[in-house]
């Protein structure tokens, strides 16, 4: 089991989709054994998704969200309903809470079996149902497969879902590894980490922290400094590290600097594998070489930051794509949950190394990049691409 402070994107996302006022809010509080979501018997009471962490036996740490209904039909239904649609993204698995007549629900079901979300079905309160095993055998004649019976209201049937989504855990959860298999126990590893205003004084970014934990839980020996202490750094050691890891932005300064002997990379790769289809991403970046002036490029970040001075996504990488393809280059920036559903318009999309964002999430956009076929590439495989040494750098 996960240590309860585990960061949201690394907690295992299980989504609850339904109908309005079909019980998801009453539901998430009897999964986690606490009042989390607003109960209410007025139709629409969940307006956006809400998301409580929690650590569950047998699961580990686990975020649950809870959807407004999918057949809202007020003012706000719309966005409503977006928003719904936009938490399958981050869904590793869905509850879907059925009425017998399923005419609402198979579409949703439909949708979630398109994206290969492994959907647990539901048939709530069950404590005011007068024909339950006529209700059972309706859902399972149109859906194909067997409701779990449940009362929220009386605690019946959760423990039945608790072991129907430890059943139903991906095959490579919890398996991810950010530095997979470059460094094993006893490896000598130095982290190159420029301490400037994204990292403002007193901390670390979380990709420094994540990589950093998992490398002392490898048993490896870890020494860190900042770009500008490199050089005194190595000559303190009494044997090259096996493997630097840098921010991408000070890529070449670290690349000419390291020990022959030392594997190069940057956090930001590491979690492009870590996170999303590194071989996509890899493919991808020579057509930064192909972009013209009159090309389109977006920029998607996972966090919603205000803009800081030399904002990686916001501006180093836009002079360095400027300044290699042309000033009148279009690059158009997204940040958060938003992205767009039409990426047709775009010639390349470049996500951010997305340590906000759970793996599904992206291997989300990246499923839906691909199906229209535009190269996807990550700031990390980018930025190496730009200084011309991605073939020099381990991925």
């Given at each position: 089991?996960?240590?309860?402070?585990?960061?949201?994107?690394?907690?295992?996302?299980?989504?609850?989709?339904?109908?309005?006022?079909?019980g998801k809010s009453?539901?998430?509080?009897?999964?986690?054994?606490?009042?989390?979501?607003?109960?209410?018997?007025?139709?629409?009471?969940?307006?956006?998704?809400?998301?409580?962490?929690?650590?569950?036996?047998?699961?580990?740490?686990?975020?649950?969200?809870?959807?407004?209904g999918f057949d809202?039909?007020?003012?706000?239904?719309?966005?409503?309903?977006?928003?719904?649609?936009?938490?399958?993204?981050?869904?590793?698995?869905?509850?879907?809470?059925?009425?017998?007549?399923?005419?609402?629900?198979?579409?949703?079901?439909?949708?979630?079996?398109?994206?290969?979300?492994?959907?647990?079905?539901?048939?709530?309160?069950?404590?005011?149902?007068?024909?339950?095993?006529?209700?059972?055998?309706?859902?399972?004649?149109?859906?194909?497969?067997?409701?779990?019976?449940?009362?929220?209201?009386?605690?019946?049937?959760?423990?039945?879902?608790?072991?129907?989504?430890?059943?139903?855990?991906?095959?490579?959860?919890?398996?991810?590894?950010?530095?997979?298999?470059?460094?094993?126990?006893?490896?000598?590893?130095?982290?190159?980490?420029?301490?400037?205003?994204?990292?403002?004084?007193?901390?670390?970014?979380?990709?420094?922290?994540?990589?950093?934990?998992?490398?002392?839980?490898?048993?490896?020996?870890?020494?860190?400094?900042?770009?500008?202490?490199?050089?005194?750094?190595?000559?303190?050691?009494?044997?090259?590290?096996?493997?630097?890891?840098?921010?991408?932005?000070?890529?070449?300064?670290?690349?000419?600097?390291?020990?022959?002997?030392?594997?190069?990379?940057?956090?930001?790769?590491?979690?492009?594998?870590?996170?999303?289809?590194?071989?996509?991403?890899?493919?991808?970046?020579?057509?930064?070489?192909?972009?013209?002036?009159?090309?389109?490029?977006?920029?998607?970040?996972?966090?919603?930051?205000?803009?800081?001075?030399?904002?990686?996504?916001?501006?180093?990488?836009p002079r360095l794509?400027?300044?290699?393809?042309?000033?009148?280059?279009?690059?158009?920036?997204?940040?958060?949950?938003?992205?767009?559903?039409?990426?047709?318009?775009?010639?390349?999309?470049?996500?951010?190394?997305?340590?906000?964002?759970?793996?599904?999430?992206?291997?989300?956009?990246?499923?839906?990049?691909?199906?229209?076929?535009?190269?996807?590439?990550?700031?990390?495989?980018?930025?190496?691409?730009?200084?011309?040494?991605?073939?020099?750098?381990?991925?």
């Open positions: 089991m996960k240590h309860p402070a585990t960061p949201q994107a690394n907690r295992l996302h299980i989504a609850l989709f339904g109908r309005t006022n079909s009453s539901l998430v509080n009897a999964l986690t054994g606490q009042d989390v979501a607003l109960v209410s018997d007025k139709p629409g009471t969940t307006t956006d998704p809400v998301t409580k962490a929690m650590e569950i036996f047998g699961i580990g740490a686990c975020t649950f969200i809870d959807t407004p809202d039909t007020s003012e706000l239904g719309e966005k409503r309903i977006e928003r719904t649609i936009k938490a399958m993204d981050r869904a590793d698995i869905a509850l879907m809470l059925c009425q017998p007549d399923m005419t609402e629900e198979m579409h949703w079901l439909e949708q979630l079996r398109q994206k290969k979300i492994p959907t647990i079905l539901i048939l709530n309160k069950a404590d005011i149902r007068s024909n339950t095993d006529e209700d059972v055998a309706l859902i399972k004649e149109k859906a194909g497969e067997q409701p779990i019976v449940v009362s929220a209201l009386l605690n019946e049937g959760i423990e039945e879902i608790r072991n129907a989504i430890t059943a139903k855990l991906p095959e490579d959860y919890d398996a991810q590894s950010i530095t997979r298999n470059l460094v094993t126990e006893g490896d000598l590893v130095l982290l190159v980490m420029p301490q400037d205003i994204q990292a403002p004084k007193g901390r670390l970014i979380l990709p420094q922290v994540q990589t950093m934990r998992e490398l002392l839980d490898k048993r490896c020996l870890v020494m860190s400094c900042t770009t500008d202490q490199l050089a005194p750094t190595l000559r303190a050691m009494t044997y090259p590290p096996k493997l630097i890891i840098t921010d991408s932005q000070v890529f070449n300064t670290v690349y000419d600097m390291k020990p022959a002997e030392s594997m190069l990379t940057s956090f930001s790769v590491l979690f492009a594998a870590y996170k999303g289809d590194i071989d996509y991403y890899v493919e991808s970046a020579p057509v930064i070489g192909q972009l013209a002036e009159e090309s389109k490029v977006l920029i998607a970040e996972a966090c919603t930051h205000v803009p800081l001075n030399e904002d990686i996504g916001r501006v180093k990488l794509l400027r300044q290699k393809i042309g000033e009148k280059l279009t690059i158009d920036i997204t940040a958060g949950n938003d992205f767009p559903k039409d990426l047709s318009g775009y010639d390349l999309v470049i996500q951010c190394g997305a340590c906000m964002f759970n793996r599904k999430h992206v291997l989300s956009r990246i499923e839906q990049a691909k199906q229209q076929q535009i190269p996807m590439t990550n700031y990390g495989i980018a930025l190496a691409y730009l200084g011309s040494i991605l073939d020099k750098i381990e991925y």
